[in-house]
């Protein structure tokens, strides 16, 4: 995968050289932090999303962070993150957190915003499952109901209990650490403004 998604209508087979009709999902990623690589449709409304590795360490892929417009109000959608990395990034850090544990299973999650919500909301825990596919590979999935006709992003958050876990276990961990989504201008920006 080169580049991220930049504006595009995700159908199914059947629509396919059809117009972009409310309900098929565009997706985009051009923007700083946005990481989607790849999608394809899967079925009623499901989803498999590709995310880029880090582009400083191409071993992890362990965060997403991408919009999606055109959704029909009312529409519930699965995304599947299909290629994630299992690491023990947090104990590398000094965390407490078990050998052999996900990130996923220990509090961190996807979180949502719109254009009319612009704080992040953290999706419940009953709309995602982390596991792992028939490949081997790790996998997240959730589920959204789209409510408004608007711009989403969607994002990963790091439970405040993770990032207190590893502050407490190490004197460099997590010490610039934000609990949302952020880009580098965002966090130039907060350092300025200190």
């Not at 029909?72 to 990395?85: A, D, E, L, R, Y």
């Not at 990130?103 to 419940?124: A, D, F, H």
């Not at 990963?156 to 952020?182: D, E, F, H, W, Y």
């Amino acid at each position: 995968m080169i580049g991220n998604v930049k504006h595009q209508a995700v159908k199914p087979p059947e629509d396919e050289g059809l117009p972009t009709a409310p309900g098929h999902l565009i997706f985009d990623a051009d923007f700083e932090s946005g990481n989607l690589g790849k999608v394809e449709y899967c079925e009623n409304n499901e989803y498999d999303l590709y995310i880029r590795v880090d582009t400083c360490n191409q071993k992890y892929r362990l965060w997403f962070h991408y919009s999606v417009t055109n959704a029909k109000v009312g529409q519930t959608c699965i995304f599947h993150i299909v290629n994630f990395s299992k690491v023990q990034f947090l104990l590398e850090l000094g965390s407490t957190i078990s050998k052999g544990r996900s990130l996923y299973r220990e509090g961190m999650g996807p979180v949502v915003r719109s254009t009319s919500r612009v704080n992040w909301i953290r999706l419940s825990q009953s709309q995602c499952y982390y596991w792992k596919g028939e490949s081997g590979g790790y996998i997240l999935s959730f589920t959204f109901k789209f409510d408004v006709d608007e711009r989403y992003e969607f994002g990963v958050l790091l439970s405040i209990r993770l990032l207190s876990s590893a502050k407490q276990n190490s004197s460099t961990a997590v010490k610039r650490g934000t609990p949302s989504p952020c880009t580098y201008s965002s966090k130039k920006e907060l350092v300025r403004n200190k």
